[in-house]
């Protein structure tokens, strides 16, 4: 980091580093890594717990009083004059991937001052790959200056993306969204670490990025990283409420209206009219799929398989 980096942001810098080598030293023996599941298909691990360790040490070393919002262990609340300024963690964001030996996953840290992110780092360590951004002093990755990338037509643009995959999430809303998406763009990628996949929008890497399901943790460096590289996040609708929302797109400016109209109606703060829309779409849609599937006898399928159709989708937004 230069040497003219916010302080603050070289103690997240810091820290994400101690994490990061902790992660690569237990990815060369990634199979005696002890792992639990939190639920079905979200797993943590002694890595999780051990990175974020490091990292609120190495932040409460330097700010004793400013609070903590971690994936692992919660919140702990700031003290005295400094009780506003919170650090927002996640130790390892794709540990799935990691678990599995798939070299997609960072370290991502954040600074919320007064509500508002003022420094971010998202670190991937199997690349050494280290993006940071301080409020008004624009995104930057390994001290180079980055910006989202200019395309302007979303026919010539790769879009990133997560599936649902935990038990409530809102799986056929998720499936009706991406099958609007999926014809009207160049590819869609799903690399597993959505805070990576905001700093690849940064970078210009990919240009843009929509998901259901995440957590502040998930997003709040990378939102910072966007918009610092002159791009726009927000919720699906487009607006800026989207930390606490469960949902986020991020794109540089031209694509990101493009997305939202497509998005927009599967949206929380969606028009009671589109809410509308999209469920009768849905029941059309399963009701082509109760009656287009084959009779087990026709197939040779077991008689006690259920119709060929997602399973319903109670938490969907609305």
């Known amino acids: 980091m230069s040497s003219s980096s916010h302080p603050m942001l070289n103690v997240a810098v810091k820290a994400a580093r101690a994490a990061g080598a902790l992660i690569n030293r237990a990815a060369l023996d990634v ?32 700010y004793p009083d400013h609070g903590i919002w971690a994936e692992e262990s919660g919140r702990t609340p ?33 600074l919320m001052v007064d509500g508002r992110i003022e420094q971010a780092v998202v670190y991937d360590p199997t690349r050494n790959d280290l993006f940071c951004a301080t409020r008004g002093r624009g995104a930057y990755l390994n001290e180079r200056r980055i910006r989202v990338a200019k395309r302007t037509t979303l026919r010539d643009c790769l879009i990133s993306t997560g599936f649902p995959f935990r038990p409530g999430d809102a799986f056929q809303t998720y499936m009706q969204m991406l099958g609007e998406v999926m014809p009207k763009v160049a590819g869609v990628r799903r690399p597993g670490s959505a805070a990576l996949d905001l700093a690849y929008v940064a970078a210009g890497f990919s240009d843009g990025f929509f998901e259901m399901g995440l957590s502040p943790w998930d997003v709040a460096a990378g939102s910072l990283l966007v918009t610092e590289a002159g791009g726009l996040i927000g919720n699906f609708t487009g607006e800026p409420d989207f930390l606490e929302q469960k949902e986020c797109l991020a794109a540089n400016p031209k694509i990101y209206g493009q997305l939202v109209g497509l998005t927009g109606k599967y949206s929380k703060f969606a028009s009671a009219g589109d809410k509308a829309a999209v469920r009768q779409a849905r029941a059309a849609a399963r009701k082509t799929g109760l009656a287009s599937k084959p009779s087990p006898a026709v197939e040779g ?14 938490s969907a937004p609305f």
Not at 302 to 309: I, R
């Open 31 to 62: 199979e005696t890594v002890r792992v639990s599941v939190k639920q079905t298909n979200d797993f943590v691990t002694e890595v999780d717990h051990a990175a974020e360790a490091a990292i609120i040490e190495t932040l409460k070393t330097a």
């Open 78 to 110: 700031g003290k005295g004059r400094d009780k506003n300024h919170v650090w927002i963690i996640d130790p390892l964001d794709g540990t799935t991937n990691f678990i599995h030996g798939f070299p997609v996953y960072c370290v991502s840290i954040a």
């Open 301 to 314: 399928a077991s008689a006690d398989e259920g119709p060929d159709v997602a399973p319903k989708d109670d």
